[in-house]
Each structure stands twice: as C-alpha cells, then as structure tokens.
Antibody
C-alpha cells in the first residue's frame, strides 16, 4: 500500500530556507515509472503546483518559483525533498508531496509550514 | 501558462440533487484534465483523470465530461459525504501544471 509522508519544520523564519522531506513506502521512487512532486496550498486558498521529477529524467519547476526551488532525491532512503529559499509570509502553506502520471493520483497528508517574521 | 477557471465558486445544494460543476481552460488541454475532491483538513483526492475516467474506488455517481477547453464534473445524486471543495487541474501543457480556484459544494 502506497504511503507518502511529509516531514520537516513547521515554522521557518522569513528570508530563510524551507526544507521538507517526503518519505515513500509501498513503491520505489527509482523504478516506479511515475512522476513525484510537490504541491502547496495557502490556508483557505487554492492549490499551487511547485515541481515534479521523473527518476532518471528531468525535474520541472513552476516558473513562478523556479529561482527559489530545488527538488532532490535520496534513493537509498526512498525519499525526495523540497527546498525553498528566501521565504516570505506568502510561502505559508500546507505542503503536499504526491505521485502521479501527469495528474496527481496519490497525495501525502500534508505538512503545514508557517513563515514567521 | 494555462489558466483554469471554475464556476460557480460556491454551490448550495440539497442531498439527492444532481450537481454540475464547470471548468474552463484558457486554451485547449485536449483530455488532460483531472478533478479532485478536498474535505476540510484532508489532502485532495483524485476523482477523475483523462477528463472522464474515474480513479480507483470512486463511486459511479461521479462522472466527468468534456474536451478541449470546456469540462464538467457531474454528481448524479449528492450524498452527505460529497460536500467538499472540488478542483480541476490541467496536465497537458506543463510546467506549470495548473489548478482551478475550486468550487465549494455546501449544504443548502
């Protein structure tokens, strides 16, 4: 049974770097043939796609965030991570990791990250 | 970037009613359109992909239609557990993948 679990600090100071990890169980990031990625949702608002990768292929980022975002993979731990630098209050959101084939079929439960001044 | 526009923003309905939600794309996305349901405090759940294919475990009362720029999600007879926010997403031309702003289905 596939499970995705986000983890990381719930509070980040303004101008610093937000770091989250998604731990995957029930599938292998390196051999599944799916896209893996991150999506966020500010409190009470809609969904914003951050970026996705296909293992062994390219990593794609939202142009609106591209200059500040890095998605990386640790296949030894079956995890992938998100780094978002120079955060502001506008980056306060629930961050979800997801697996899909274009569409996002499977989601983690989400991790709320609050940016404080 | 393809802009997805959903209507209406809020829909007030009674249990048992038929519900139709709309999603429009700023340019053609062919059939690369997904619908998600989100309940408070939960992650979105995939309902429909490929504009009309139900995801695993999704009840038959949910159906999707449309192609190109106009899409519809229909719930044939609304159940109490269907009160939620519904989002559409295009994955035809990305990055970025883009979502509509959501339609909230609330109890009338």
């Amino acid at each position: 049974q596939l499970q995705l679990q986000e983890s990381g600090p719930g509070l980040v100071k303004s101008s610093e770097t937000l770091s989250l990890t998604c731990t995957v169980s029930g599938d292998s990031i390196s051999s599944s043939g799916y896209y893996w990625g991150w999506i966020r949702q500010p409190p009470g608002k809609g969904l914003e796609w951050i970026g996705s990768f296909y293992y062994g292929g390219n990593t794609y980022y939202n142009p609106s965030l591209k200059s500040r975002v890095t998605i990386s993979v640790d296949t030894s731990k079956n995890q992938f991570s998100l780094e978002l630098n120079s955060v502001t209050a506008a980056d306060t959101a629930v961050y979800y990791c997801a697996r899909g084939s274009g569409y996002d079929a499977n989601w983690g439960q989400g991790s709320l990250v609050t940016v404080s001044s | 970037e393809i802009v997805m526009t959903q209507s209406p923003a809020i829909l007030s309905v009674s249990p048992g009613e038929r519900v139709t939600l709309s999603c429009r794309a700023s340019q053609s996305v062919n059939n690369d359109l997904a619908w998600y349901q989100q309940k408070p405090g939960q992650a979105p759940r995939l309902l429909i992909y490929g504009a009309s294919t139900r995801a695993t475990g999704i009840p038959a009362r949910f159906s999707g239609s449309g192609s190109g720029t106009e899409f519809t999600l229909t719930i044939s007879s609304l159940q109490s557990e269907d009160f939620a926010v519904y989002f559409c997403q295009q994955y035809n031309d990305w990055p970025p993948k883009t979502f509509g702003q959501g339609t909230k289905v609330e109890i009338k």
